[in-house]
C-alpha cells in the first residue's frame, strides 16, 4: 500500500488488518486490528491524528482528514460505506455512515446510529444513539428498530470476514479473455439490502 511518513510520523498497521493496496495512508493513522480499508480510500493524516478501532471498515474512495490537532475516530464495529467523508470527527461504536455521506469537524454520530447515504452532518452536531439520520442538512428522522440495528451488525460481520478473505486470498491477476461456463459466484453468506429484509418481514 503507498504509506509515506510526515515530519517523521508514519502511519500504524495492526497485522491483523487488511488495507488495500491502491488505499493511501500519510502520517498520523491509526489502523486497529480487524480493520478492512477499501481500494482508494485516502487517510490523510498529514494535520490531524486518524483512528480506525477495532473491527471497523472504511470502503472504497473514503476520504478521512482533520484539522490541525484534531482527531477523527470510527469507533469499534464503525462501518463507513462507499465514498464518505470524515473530517474531524467521531463515528460511535456500531454507527453506520452510508454512501456518499459527509460527516464534518466536531459531530459525533451517536452509537449504533445508522446516517443515510448522500446525508450531510453539519460541524459540531451531536446525533443520538440508535438513529435514523437523513437529509441535507441532516436530522434525526426517527428511531432505528433492534431488526434494523441487527441488520446493520451483520453487514459489518461481513465486513470483517471480507478483512480475513482479502488477506487470504487476494492476489493481483491478469484478467482471463472470457468466462468460463461453470464460473462459480462468490459464497459470503446471506446478507441483503435493507429495503428487502423490510419487503420480507412485511
Known sequence: ?????????RPVVHPDAYVHPSAVLIG???VGPGVYVGPCASLRGDFGRLILEEGSNLQDTCVMHGFPGTDTVVEPDGHIGHGAVLHGCRVRENAMVGMNAVVMDNAVVGESTIVAASAFVRADVELPARSLVVGVPARVLRELTDDEVEWKREGT???????????GSMV???PQAEMEPDRPRM????VEP???RRRRGS
Open 1 to 9: 500500500m503507498p504509506c509515506y511518513a510526515i515530519d517523521g510520523i
Open 28 to 30: 498520523d493513522v491509526i
Open 157 to 167: 460481520r461481513t465486513y470483517q470476514n471480507l478483512t480475513l478473505r482479502s488477506a
Open 172 to 174: 493481483e491477476v491478469t
Open 187 to 190: 459464497d459470503v453468506g446471506d
Open 194 to 196: 435493507l429495503y428487502q
